[in-house]
């Protein structure tokens, strides 16, 4: 089932990072308060790395129960464990070192340098079969029910790491893939795929600066998922783009607002 998205416009991108923070401190508590636990999809990107760094700062991020969240990834540069360059690395410098994490909730996808000596694709299966365990049968899906899936977007319309027109954006089957020949570095990487995207309650995108301006206007007109995956990018129960001003320049200003809060 598809939403129709719901547009957040902040004056800046600081303002942006912060709503967004205490959006999502309060979209755990709730989960946690009528289930028990929270699942979120972390992004990177310094949109993502903002988010968890104004998070880090929330006075109230004391609010959520921090051994009872699990924490995904969208995507990964297959990369060697500890590489600056990667998500999960740069995750635990903006917020997860600071936080009493459950280390065995804390789910990053394989590094290039994994002792069973995984290449992207079989790194790419073996976070698939764990996305599958910790399905539930009411998830009616091979990954669970996230309740927030965050996503950057970047500035050809890509998220997690499917490119425009790259292969990844048509797959239909697999939840996870390996990524090859990708247009930005490291060419080699780990993405979830649409399909996966699309099982979480809530997809939230993230776009702030005059170079998402294109982007943002290009997913939200209507164009394909394989010319502009942003635009599959949907959550079962809400899809919101979280924008700064720049971001939002360009879109009809008649259909979203110039700004709100």
């Known amino acids: 089932m598809s939403t129709v998205p719901q547009l957040v416009v902040h004056r800046d991108k600081e303002l942006m990072a912060q709503a967004a923070a205490a959006r999502l401190i309060t979209k755990i508590v709730d989960a946690q308060s009528a289930r028990g636990s929270a699942s979120v999809v972390l992004t990177g990107g310094r949109n993502g790395n903002g988010l968890l760094s104004a998070l880090a700062a929330a006075p109230a991020r004391d609010a959520v129960d921090w051994g009872r969240l699990d924490l995904w990834w969208g995507d990964e540069r297959f990369l060697p464990d500890g590489d600056p360059e990667r998500n999960v690395t740069q995750a635990?410098?903006?917020?997860?070192?600071?936080?009493?994490?459950?280390?065995?909730?804390?789910?990053?996808?394989?590094?290039?340098?994994?002792?069973?000596?995984?290449?992207?694709?079989?790194?790419?299966?073996?976070?698939?079969?764990?996305?599958?365990?910790?399905?539930?049968?009411?998830?009616?899906?091979?990954?669970?029910?996230?309740?927030?899936?965050?996503?950057?977007?970047?500035?050809?319309?890509?998220?997690?790491?499917?490119?425009?027109?790259?292969?990844?954006?048509?797959?239909?089957?697999?939840?996870v893939i390996g990524v090859h020949g990708a247009p930005k570095p490291p060419p080699t990487r780990i993405s979830l795929t649409l399909p996966a995207i699309r099982s979480a309650r809530e997809v939230w995108l993230l776009a702030a600066g005059e170079d998402k301006a294109n982007a943002v206007a290009m997913a939200l007109s209507g164009g394909g998922e394989v010319q502009a995956p942003a635009a599959g990018a949907q959550g079962r129960a809400r899809t919101l783009w979280l924008l700064d001003s720049a971001a939002a320049a360009r879109l009809p200003r008649d259909l979203y607002p110039p700004a709100s809060p």
Do not use: I, K
């Open 92 to 175: 635990r410098e903006a917020l997860l070192d600071s936080v009493p994490l459950d280390p065995a909730r804390v789910h990053a996808m394989p590094a290039s340098d994994d002792p069973r000596g995984w290449d992207a694709d079989t790194a790419a299966e073996a976070y698939a079969a764990e996305l599958a365990d910790a399905a539930r049968p009411e998830n009616h899906a091979s990954v669970p029910a996230f309740d927030v899936l965050l996503l950057g977007v970047g500035p050809d319309t890509h998220v997690a790491s499917l490119f425009p027109e790259h292969p990844g954006a048509r797959e239909s089957e697999r939840t």
